[in-house]
């Protein structure tokens, strides 16, 4: 059984000012998914489950439709505001959805193969969807071994301002020891830190962060579904709490539910943070084609 790709792109874009998920950034038109799923096809994925809002749904289709469309099996799932575990409501004043954790939840139902869990507006490079490929093609649909593509913190920031990474620490033995998700890591004076309650916090720049870029079974979703349910407890009142899926897997980790073994990439990450990413992405991608990395225009 082909490993399935899931594509989170219900994200509302704030920091970017837009639905960067459709922005073209190839010299074609092309949009960031159209290099992920091509590379994610190329590596031995299968069908792709597509996370949207259903307020975006006819200007993603539109563009998914062009090209993706004619070349894999799409399927879309919708994360909505409302889709929460019975006995819990929306709050008022609430606006955005719950986070990663909640984007992922949303596609229990459609999801019946092991899985990889991208976002829609980063470009993950094709050593990452082979090994990611490589490792779901031999998990058991049952298991809870999960896998997460490993990046090194210097190779994934944005010129233009703070990122959230899951920061990593990893194992002699390969295995995620734990992982850390920081909402405000940058360059600063010639070194890499992040936010931490206690200040700032220099952190190496060959550290293992995650990208959202994890690899999982079906086994994940009612382990995901009692986090949520403890994370709504705690945190349903604050309009701005999110369930990221980095947290999520710490609790896993800490509580021997589930191991997760990093598939170390040697990709250089791209992505849209900020709108004056755009012309490095567009630059990376170019780079790319010139080395005769992918066709102009990709799809033929």
Same mark, same amino acid.
């Given at each position: ?12 874009? /704030? ?9 073209? +950034? ?38 998914? %439709? ?15 505001? %409302? ?15 719950? $986070? ?30 082979? $090994? ?10 049952? /298991? ?19 990122? =959230? ?30 936010? /931490? %309650? ?42 701005? =709490? ?8 710490? $609790? ?9 073994? +990093? ?38």
């Amino acid at each position: 059984m082909k490993p399935a790709l899931v594509i989170m792109a219900a994200g509302m874009g /704030s920091r970017y000012g837009g639905l960067k998920q459709i922005d073209p +950034v190839g010299p074609c038109g092309e949009i960031m998914i159209d290099y992920s799923v091509y590379d994610a096809l190329r590596a031995g994925f299968g069908r792709v489950v597509f996370i949207i809002r259903r307020d975006i749904e006819e200007a993603f289709r539109a563009v998914i %439709d062009r090209q993706i469309a004619r070349h894999a099996d799409v399927h879309y799932v919708f994360q909505a505001l %409302d889709d929460l575990p019975a006995g819990f409501t929306p709050p008022e004043g609430r606006a955005k959805p719950w $986070g990663t954790g909640h984007a992922i939840r949303a596609a229990r139902h459609e999801i019946r193969e092991p899985f990889a869990v991208i976002n829609a507006d980063d470009f993950y490079g094709r050593p990452a969807y082979e $090994g990611m490929a490589a490792a779901l093609s031999n998990a058991a649909v049952d /298991s809870t071994e999960f896998y997460l593509a490993g990046y090194n913190v210097n190779d994934t920031l944005s010129d233009h301002g703070a990122v =959230s990474r899951g920061v990593c620490e990893v194992g002699a033995n390969g295995l995620l020891q734990r992982v850390v998700e920081r909402t405000h890591i940058e360059r600063r004076d010639g070194g890499v830190v992040a936010q /931490s %309650d206690a200040g700032l916090i220099p952190i190496a720049p060959e550290t293992t962060v995650s990208m959202n870029f994890w690899g999982f079974t079906p086994a994940l979703f009612p382990h995901l579904e009692r986090a949520f349910v403890e994370f709504l407890k705690a945190n349903a009142a604050n309009p701005k =709490s999110e369930l990221a899926i980095p947290t999520i897997v710490d $609790g896993l980790i800490a509580d021997g539910t589930a191991t997760v073994r +990093v598939v170390p990439t040697s990709a250089r990450w791209l992505g849209m943070t900020y709108p004056e990413d755009k012309p490095l992405v567009r630059e990376g991608i170019r780079n790319l084609i010139d080395a005769g990395v992918y066709p102009a225009p990709l799809w033929g």
